[in-house]
C-alpha cells in the first residue's frame, strides 16, 4: 500500500516536473519570439516597408508550434508515386474542375488564348494546390512566415518572404484583412508565395488589387507565371516507360533539384521496353526519373520510370517535386479528354 502511494506522489512530482519545463520553454520562446518581432520590424523598415504597415501587421505575430510540426515532417515524402498520383488526380477531383470550367468558361477561355497556357493546365494545377478552392489554408501566414523566419533551419529565406509580402500589403496590392493561407506561407488558389506574387501575380480585371482568391486575378497570375517561366503550350510533359535492367545508373533521376544526363528520345531507345509504342516525336530532350528509388525502402529500382520534357521541368518550377510534376500533368491529360 505504502509503496503504491508513493509511486502514485513520484508520478505526480514527475507529471509536473514535465509541464513546468514545457511551460518554461514554451514562455523562454515567446520571450525571444517577442524580441524577434521587433528587431524584424526594424529590418522591414530599412528596407523599404513604412513604420506604419510593420507596426500594424506584424502586431498580432504570433508564434505557431504547429508551423515547425508541419515543417518537419511532410507526409507527401512517404507516399509512393503511384498513390500519390491516384489520390490527386481521381474522377471526382476532374467533375470538380469540369463543373468550375463550365461555371466560369468566358474568363478561363480568354485567359487561355492571352497568356497561351492550356485552361486543362490551369484547371490541374488549381485542383492539385486548393482542390478548386476548397483548401486555401486556415493559416494566418502572417504568423506562419513570421514562425519560420524566427526558427533556424530556413530563416533567410522566411524572412525574405515575408518582408516581400509587408511590402506589397504597403502598396496596397494586397487586402492584409484576407491573408489566410497554408501554413509555408502560400496564398491564395493557386497558393502562391509572396515573392511569386510580388514576380508573376496580375490584377487582371484592373480594380487596383490582386485577389489571388477570385477566379479572375487567380487564372491570370497562374497563366501569366506560366507564360513567363517558358511553358510551351502543346508539347508533352512526361510519358511512363518500363526500363530494361541494362540501363545505366547515371541516366536515373530521383532528384527533383537537378535533372541530369538529358539525351534525345531515340538515344534511350535500347533502355526502353515500351519505346515502338511511345507517340511523341523521338527527336524531343528528354531526361529519366524514377521517383520512388530514394522514397521507398526497398523500392524496385526501374518502376515507376517516366521520360520527362521541358514543360515537366517548368512545373517542377513551380514546386519543386518530382511527384507533385507527375500528378499535375496526369490530372491536366485527364480533363483533356473531357473537355
Ligand atoms: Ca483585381
Not at 305 to 324: I, P
Request: net charge positive.
Amino acid at each position: 500500500m505504502l509503496f503504491k502511494k508513493m509511486l502514485k506522489k513520484l508520478i505526480s512530482i514527475y507529471i509536473f516536473l514535465i509541464l513546468s519545463l514545457s511551460q518554461n520553454i514554451a514562455s523562454a520562446t515567446s520571450l525571444e519570439f517577442n524580441e524577434w518581432v521587433k528587431s524584424f520590424k526594424k529590418q522591414a523598415v530599412k528596407s523599404g516597408v513604412s513604420k506604419q504597415v510593420a507596426d500594424e501587421v506584424m502586431s498580432n505575430a504570433v508564434f505557431l508550434p504547429s508551423v515547425i510540426k508541419y515543417d518537419r515532417f511532410q507526409p507527401e515524402f512517404y507516399e509512393d508515386t503511384h498513390t500519390y498520383i491516384k489520390k490527386r488526380t481521381n474522377k471526382n477531383k476532374v467533375k470538380k474542375g469540369l463543373a468550375l470550367y463550365k461555371k466560369e468558361k468566358i474568363i478561363i477561355d480568354k485567359i487561355e488564348k492571352e497568356f497561351l497556357i492550356e485552361k486543362e493546365l490551369l484547371l490541374a494545377l488549381m485542383g492539385i494546390e486548393t482542390n478548386f478552392g476548397k483548401y486555401l489554408g486556415k493559416m494566418d501566414i502572417v504568423s506562419s512566415l513570421s514562425t519560420l523566419s524566427f526558427d533556424k533551419r530556413r530563416s533567410e529565406f522566411f524572412t525574405k518572404e515575408l518582408i516581400i509580402l509587408l511590402k506589397l500589403v504597403d502598396k496596397k496590392i494586397i487586402d492584409k484583412k484576407i491573408l489566410f493561407g497554408s501554413w509555408a506561407g502560400a496564398f491564395g488558389n493557386f497558393q502562391f508565395m509572396p515573392r511569386t506574387i510580388q514576380n508573376y501575380a496580375i490584377d487582371y480585371n484592373k480594380n487596383t488589387t490582386i485577389e489571388l482568391k477570385k477566379t479572375e486575378d487567380s487564372f491570370a497570375s497562374a497563366a501569366n507565371y506560366l507564360n513567363k517561366i517558358g511553358w510551351n503550350k502543346n508539347t508533352p510533359c512526361f510519358k511512363k516507360i518500363n526500363l530494361n535492367i541494362n540501363i545505366p545508373n547515371k541516366y536515373l533521376n530521383s532528384s527533383a533539384g537537378n535533372i541530369k544526363n538529358k539525351k534525345k528520345v531515340k538515344y534511350f531507345k535500347k533502355y526502353i521496353k515500351n519505346y515502338n509504342n511511345l507517340k511523341i516525336d523521338k527527336n524531343l530532350v528528354a531526361a529519366i526519373i524514377t521517383p520512388d528509388i530514394d522514397i521507398i525502402p526497398g523500392a524496385n529500382t526501374y518502376t515507376p520510370a517516366y521520360l520527362v520534357f521541358a514543360n515537366y521541368e517548368k512545373v517542377l518550377n513551380w514546386n519543386r517535386s518530382l511527384r507533385f510534376a507527375l500528378a499535375v500533368c496526369t490530372l491536366k491529360d485527364n480533363f483533356k479528354n473531357e473537355i
